[in-house]
């Protein structure tokens, strides 16, 4: 498995406002996810982080609300821009590494937008 | 209709008892079959993973497919109220160049003591 930290943990932000969210892994991953999760729903992808090159979005999710970095292999950035309320949420990364599709996921980044 | 399907429970059940929990698909392309658990306020946590239709075994937890129903199963034995979590069910499914997760609702689940 693949030890994956974020931060914050959490943060109240004011509408209108931008919060970049850090997600490190302890080794290398082939591949890095960033996910959604609003108040008890599954999760929803986001986006793909791509190491050295544009994020690949999913459908509904766009650049310039939600900007993706990832520099390296072990690390990458979720910023949620212009925030509103409806970006409450809680944003999670993964990792994958090895033959199998499984996913290691961070402790989460609980958001609230007032 | 949704490609996972997750009855969302929640389930209550006594300490010791049989946990049954269920997902069904419609993709007969998904390859890889996951269960995680997630506890309230955390990350959600891999349990187990399997490729092929039969059954996998880790200490009390049980993982079935049946890929001819489309059907899946997390068994747990003895269950304990350190299992009272949420359990979700994911299934891989390549997109273009990428392999993605599909996700269920997720059910609750409360061992009482």
């Known amino acids: 498995s693949a030890v994956i930290s974020q931060k914050p943990s959490r943060d109240i932000c004011q509408r209108g406002t931008s919060l970049t969210i850090q997600c490190q892994v302890d080794?290398?991953?082939?591949?890095m996810f960033w996910y959604r999760q609003q108040p008890g729903q599954s999760l929803t992808l986001i986006a793909t982080?791509?190491?050295?090159?544009?994020?690949?979005?999913e459908s509904g999710f766009v650049i310039d609300k939600f900007p993706i970095s990832r520099p390296n292999l072990t690390f990458s950035t979720l910023t949620v821009s212009n925030m509103s309320p409806e970006d409450s949420s809680i944003y999670l990364c993964?990792?994958?590494?090895?033959?199998?599709?499984?996913?290691?996921f961070g402790p989460g980044t609980r958001l609230t937008v007032l | 209709q949704k490609e996972v399907e997750q009855d969302p429970g929640p389930l209550s059940v006594p300490e010791g008892a049989i946990v049954s929990l269920n997902c069904t698909y419609s993709?007969?392309?998904?390859?890889?079959f996951m269960w995680y658990r997630q506890y309230s306020r955390k990350g959600p946590e891999l349990l187990m993973y399997?490729?092929s239709s039969g059954n996998k075994e880790d200490g009390r937890f049980t993982a079935q497919v049946d890929k001819s129903s489309k059907y899946i199963s997390l068994f747990i034995r003895d269950s304990q109220p350190s299992d009272s979590a949420t359990y979700l069910c994911?299934?891989?499914?390549?997109?273009?160049?990428?392999?993605?997760?599909?996700w269920g609702l997720g059910t609750s689940l409360a061992v009482n003591p």
């Open positions: 994911a299934m891989s499914a390549l997109d273009g160049n990428n392999r993605k997760l599909i």
């Open positions: 993709n007969s392309a998904f390859q890889y």
């Open positions: 399997t490729y």
């Open positions: 080794s290398q991953v082939t591949m």
């Open positions: 982080a791509n190491q050295g090159s544009e994020a690949t979005y």
């Open positions: 993964s990792g994958h590494r090895g033959a199998a599709d499984t996913q290691y």
